[in-house]
């Protein structure tokens, strides 16, 4: 049931599977992302302050052994253990969140582009119908010439007769 | 940041406010939907199960006061409170997940009638240009017939003459 | 491992077994104790605060049902949850630095009353060693006073005969 | 509030303040006591069971800063966060559970010794009391004799006069 998190870089955005890059608020696939957008700067990719503590670029294991689940925590009080699950639940509610933005985005952008769709589809059909109906008009017109000028012919004959 | 729970009857999805009503894995809007659905029955909306315990159909107050924050777990051990606490957010990540499941068949929808839209477009265009290219025709078609005998008549008229 | 909770009330410390009254930070086991200190009053037995709202004085059981389990949290937001689940463990810490307190408290009542003991202990040493000396010394000063007197009277006897 | 951790060491067992280190279900105070405990051997102090994991002894500081508090856990799913937030609970409550057991065996401890002191004490009274009757017949018995020779060397006094 947990949702999967993806790689925040707009061009990537592929599932976590194994491993990732934690950046202050941000989540990145390993190596394919991290490494093209650290690779001198050290500067957060969301919010570009500059990130020089050691445990502001974290590698974080999606899937912990049973030993590192057991001791990571591990001689902390209850208080801390609560704080630091909090924190780690406010991350992950970030990413959904972020996800779900995401989301609410590409669904107002398929909304957008269905409307200017429909408009263009309006568009074709007006000027279709209107060049239809121009092009009509010139066969009547031209049918109603062609009747006269055969009228004309049948009379010059008649008389030539 | 905490992403807001939706009513999961899929007529209404309001955003809960206040109160909420929980049936087992699903979440209601307060009276106006789950009076609607329980009138008589008191079966799971979700699975149809019948709900007989007490603690089946629950109002949830979405905003605790402080008091009912402090006693509401108060005198359980560590490991109950923290299955309790595993259990919500299991359904809360439930919820979130069907939120998430909801988007995609919006944005399947989308697409779907995005493609269906192009495809109309696409035939729209097709059929308007067969029928203005037959009308071209027939009008170059007319225009011809149209100097041939307006050409007759000049012959004929030359020939009176 | 779950260190059981006991009835705060000092006269009782009865470990709570099925069902608590929790009142605001202070547990109590149920009926024997609640009843008898609620009776009129209703303020805190340790603070004395008055209980008015309805939260205040609450009765909880210590092996919830699943059902209750599942539906107690669910429908709230995990920052609430977590806020929740972080003032149950406060109580649940409460409790236990009480009894260790208590445990404390006793150790250094066993710690007063041995010192207590071993003084007693000497003073009864010193004391009977002392009656025993000056008993001794009259046993040795009224044997010597035997002898002096036998010693007269086999005088007196040699001098008669 | 919360309760503080004591190295697990009997010789040592003093309060645990910046770092600790972690071992399965062991906390030990650093450098003093978890260098002589494993210059060599890397057996668990508790069950004696081989460490070979790297996770299996770990250096664990009990004031991590808020960016480790931040990142340790960011990125993962809320079931894995609760699911070591658990663990870590666990594992301070046997530690609770054991400084209580230690509580409880040093105040069985002192009701012992109180026992065999009051024993002592009775015993010395008794003895004491059996010592001064014994002297005290014997001072009874001396004057007795002492007053039958005196009165023996009055009435010799007497006939001799």
């Known amino acids: ?6 790689c925040n870089r707009l061009t990537c955005r592929k599932t976590l599977i194994d491993k990732a ?11 394919d992302c991290a490494n093209e957008l650290f690779n001198a700067s050290r500067l957060c990719p969301a919010c570009e302050t500059s990130l020089t503590e050691p ?3 974290v590698v974080c294991s999606l899937h912990p052994t ?3 689940k057991t001791s990571v925590l591990s001689g902390l009080s209850p ?5 630091i699950c909090s924190r780690a639940l406010s991350f992950w509610q970030y990413q959904i969140h972020q996800e779900n933005s995401f989301q609410h ?17 309006d568009n074709v059909i007006r000027e279709a119908n209107g060049e239809i ?3 009509g008009n010139k066969v009547t017109e031209l049918e109603r010439d ?4 055969r009228r004309k012919v049948h009379e010059l004959q008649d008389a030539s007769r």
Chains 1, 2, 3, 4 share one sequence.
């Open 133 to 135: 109906d121009l092009l």
């Open 21 to 31: 890059v934690v950046v202050s608020i941000v989540v990145l696939s390993l190596i």
């Open 55 to 57: 445990d502001d670029v």
């Open 1 to 6: 049931m947990d949702a999967e998190l993806r």
């Open 146 to 149: 062609l009747e006269l000028e």
């Open 79 to 83: 208080s801390l253990i609560m704080e």
């Open 105 to 121: 985005a590409v669904i107002r952008n398929l909304n957008d582009k269905q409307a200017q769709l429909q408009k263009q589809l």
């Open 66 to 68: 049973n030993d590192y």
